[in-house]
C-alpha cells in the first residue's frame, strides 16, 4: 500500500514543484547545438540550489549528477556527458528536486535546434498529448490502471511502442515510492491499486519509435538505450490527487 500526503505536506510539494518548473523554464533555452550536456547539468545544480533545494537524483546511491540527459536513441538514467548536441537530435530533460522534506521529477523531450522532420515532431506530440490524458484519468475513485489503460492507448494507437519495463511511480519524502505507474495495462484495472485523495505520484510516459526492447549502454552503467537503437521519448509530470481535484506540481 502507498503513502497518503496530507494537505500540509501537499503544500510543500506544490511549493517544490513550482520552483522546480522555474528552474526548467530557464534550463530549455540551454538546450541547442554546440552545447555539451555536461553544461546543462552544471546549471541545473546551480539553479535549484539558487531555488533554496537540492537535487533529487543526486540522493540516488552511486549517481552523482543533477539531470540524466538521454539523446536520441538513449530513454532514461543517461548522465551528463561532454557529447556535444547537434542540430536535430532529440534530448531528454529529466530533472528532480528535493525541497521542504519532499522530491518533485518532472521531464520533457525536445528536439535540438531547428530540425523540420515531421515524423519526429509527430512522435513527440504524441508523448506530450498522451501524459495529459493520462493525467485525466488520475482522479479520486479510479484505479492506477486507468493511468495504465491510457498510456497504453495513446502509445499504441499511433504505432510507436511503451518501453514496458521502465514506470512512473509514487514520489514524496523518497524520489521512488509505491505505487509502481506502468505505461501498460499489466492486469485487471480493478486488480491495480485505487486512487485516494493524498496520492502523489509521477506520471511517465516513456516509448520509443521502433521498440520496446531495451538495451544498456556499453560502457555505461546507468544509460539504457533503445534496442534497435530507435528514437525514444519521456514526458513525465508529479502530480497530486486531492479529494476535488488532481494538481500537476510540476
Known amino acids: 500500500m502507498y503513502s497518503l500526503k496530507t494537505e500540509k505536506e ?9 520552483r522546480l518548473r522555474k528552474v526548467v523554464k ?5 538546450i541547442r547545438p554546440g552545447v555539451d550536456t555536461e553544461t546543462i547539468d552544471r546549471t541545473a545544480e546551480q539553479m535549484i540550489v539558487k531555488e533554496g533545494g537540492q537535487s533529487s537524483f543526486k540522493k540516488v546511491k552511486d549517481y552523482y549528477w543533477s539531470t540524466c540527459l538521454p539523446v536520441n536513441e538513449q530513454i532514461v538514467h543517461t548522465p551528463p556527458s561532454s557529447r556535444v548536441l547537434k542540430n536535430g537530435d532529440v534530448l531528454t530533460l529529466d530533472i528532480g528536486m528535493y525541497y521542504r522534506g519532499f522530491h518533485t521529477d518532472y521531464a520533457t523531450t525536445v528536439i535540438v535546434g531547428q530540425s523540420k522532420d515531421r515524423r519526429v515532431a509527430d512522435f513527440l506530440s504524441t508523448g506530450q498529448k498522451t501524459l495529459f490524458e493520462a493525467i485525466d484519468k488520475a482522479v479520486n475513485g479510479s484505479h492506477i490502471g486507468d493511468i495504465s489503460l491510457a498510456i497504453q492507448k495513446g502509445v499504441s494507437d499511433k504505432g510507436y511502442h511503451v518501453v514496458k519495463p521502465l514506470t512512473g511511480h ?8 509505491d505505487p509502481y505507474v506502468y505505461g501498460y495495462l499489466s492486469k485487471r484495472i480493478g486488480k491495480t491499486p485505487l486512487i485516494r485523495p493524498g496520492l502523489t505520484i509521477a506520471i511517465e510516459v516513456i516509448y520509443a519509435m521502433g521498440t520496446e526492447n531495451i538495451a ?3 560502457g555505461d552503467d546507468w544509460s539504457i538505450v533503445t534496442e534497435d537503437r530507435s528514437l525514444s521519448a519521456c514526458f513525465e509530470h508529479t502530480v497530486a490527487v486531492t479529494d476535488k481535484k488532481t494538481l500537476i506540481l510540476t
Open 10 to 18: 501537499i503544500e510543500a510539494m506544490i511549493d517544490g514543484g513550482r
Open 26 to 30: 530557464q534550463l530549455l533555452p540551454l
Open 170 to 177: 509514487g514520489i514524496g519524502r523518497n524520489l521512488h515510492e
Open 216 to 218: 544498456y549502454e556499453e
